[in-house]
């Protein structure tokens, strides 16, 4: 399934014009912009902590900027700082972000070599359930998740939240890519109510889409 059709696939189950959508690690922006473009009207927030992708991100979208709510932050289980370690690389692939993560390098510096990490920087974080309560967002669609190996802190951070969630979109590796990475049965083990709704295996890792069976 091309990435193309993963996200018509999750907008056909939402089967709402509006859907309250949360982009978590959203980078450049490209996975908002599809979402912009299969959505009448999303109701769109995004998370992104680093400078150089929300730079990006606010060049992609363009005049669409005013359609979605950027925030600068990490989503995590603590509020205040907390240290990202961003990625970076040489040749081609120069100024590579997309491996940029609140949790430290650990496989990943040996199965993908050619990534490199630079010094950990501090930036602000929020723990979602905190965040989704000053936003008065009672209730949530989708959430997009693309956190790098945090997907444990995400989690930690929003249970409240995750419980009034109807779908999840994470990554997931057993290869403890990022020190304390959850497998996905693991992840699958701190949230009881979801089940598996689609599975889109990679090579080693994978993407899934959880659905909550309680919303």
């Not at 606010?58 to 950027?70: A, D, E, I, Q």
């Not at 057993?174 to 020190?179: G, N």
Request: include cysteine.
């Amino acid at each position: 399934m091309s990435s193309v059709e993963v996200h018509q696939h999750i907008v056909s189950l939402l089967q709402k014009p509006n859907p309250v959508i949360l982009d978590i690690g959203c980078n450049d922006g490209t996975d908002t912009q599809k979402f912009l473009e299969l959505c009448p009207q999303p109701e769109l927030y995004c998370f992104e902590p680093d400078p150089r992708a929300i730079a990006r991100f606010k060049k992609k979208l363009g005049p669409s900027l005013n359609k979605v709510k950027l925030l600068e932050i990490a989503i995590s289980d603590r509020n205040g700082t907390i240290d990202f370690h961003p990625s970076n690389a040489d040749g081609d692939a120069k100024d590579w972000d997309l491996s940029g993560s609140i949790r430290r390098p650990k496989n990943h510096l040996t199965e993908y070599d050619w990534v490199r990490f630079d010094r950990p920087v501090s930036v602000e974080t929020r723990r979602l359930d905190d965040w989704c309560s000053e936003a008065k967002l009672d209730g949530v669609d989708f959430i997009w998740m693309d956190v790098q190996g945090a997907e444990a802190d995400v989690i930690a951070g929003g249970m409240r939240t995750l419980s009034n969630t109807r779908f999840i979109y994470t990554e997931y590796s057993d290869r403890e890519l990022y020190e304390g990475q959850l497998s996905l049965q693991a992840i699958l083990s701190l949230l009881p109510s979801f089940e598996v709704a689609a599975h889109y295996p990679r090579a080693v890792e994978g993407d899934v889409l959880l659905r909550n069976t309680r919303v």
